[in-house]
């Protein structure tokens, strides 16, 4: 078969497939139709979903940003001089019920944003300096709960602390053990396993502390929770610098 024969075949084969493609169209018209149009809806979604979410995104982080502005003010006791223009707060208390009321409606507005869950987060640390235990608690169990197992991890670290400080100590105990035995990045293992030696050292059980210390010491003896592990179980001798 000549070339040129070839290239008429291929002619009249191109011409089939394209004649049958359009005689398809034409018959299923209805369905191409539909189809495109929801093609069309579905990028449509995606792309407005994209931007909702950027939108949103970016309106928590300026939420929380200003919550955690106001968390920073500076305290000034009455009668203490303040440069013109600066805000301050008389006290702790003070201060924390000001940005509880902007860490928690911004966890509130923006709760599927990262930036609301971390407000939410610092929402259950200023119920505690307000002295509102019972939603701090209520707050903080709220944040462990999530999915987030770096900011879990540290609510359970912070309920740890609050039950201490309503002598629960077995509910403190039982997460610090938690957080011994699921250790993330936030919260590793040896620094809930130091809270742990400190709240009996509080309890009056030094031989239980030391014991903790010196697992510690033994385990990261040039890390910086070694080092403090071995400056607890000898208090006089000169601390040494971490390992970087």
Avoid: C
Wanted: no cysteine; aromatic share 6%.
């Amino acid at each position: 078969m000549d070339q040129q024969t070839k290239q008429a075949l291929k002619h009249d084969q191109f011409i089939d497939t394209t004649q049958h493609g359009l005689e398809w169209a034409s018959e299923n018209r209805h369905t191409v139709i539909v189809a495109g149009s929801i093609l069309v809806a579905l990028l449509v979604l995606v792309i407005g979903g994209f931007v909702v979410y950027n939108s949103r995104s970016n309106a928590a982080s300026v939420a929380f940003g200003s919550a955690m502005q106001e968390y920073q003010t500076p305290l000034a006791n009455p009668g203490q001089p303040v440069p013109p223009g600066v805000k301050t707060f008389p006290s702790v208390s003070e201060r924390a019920k000001a940005a509880n009321k902007l860490f928690m409606a911004a966890a509130d507005k923006y709760s599927m944003m990262p930036d609301g869950k971390t407000a939410r987060y610092f929402g259950g640390l200023t119920y505690i300096e307000a002295g509102d235990n019972a939603a701090a608690e209520s707050t903080l169990k709220q944040v462990a709960s999530g999915w987030n197992s770096e900011l879990a991890s540290l609510a359970k670290l912070s309920l740890a602390n609050l039950y201490r400080q309503t002598s629960r100590d077995s509910q403190a105990i039982a997460l610090y053990n938690e957080l011994t035995a699921k250790p993330t990045t936030s919260v590793p293992a040896g620094l809930a396993q130091l809270q742990l030696a400190e709240m009996y050292e509080a309890q009056g059980k030094p031989e239980e502390a030391k014991k903790i210390y010196a697992k510690l010491k033994d385990k990261d003896e040039k890390g910086t929770v070694g080092m403090i592990a071995a400056q607890k179980l000898n208090p006089s001798a000169a601390p040494a610098a971490p390992q970087q």
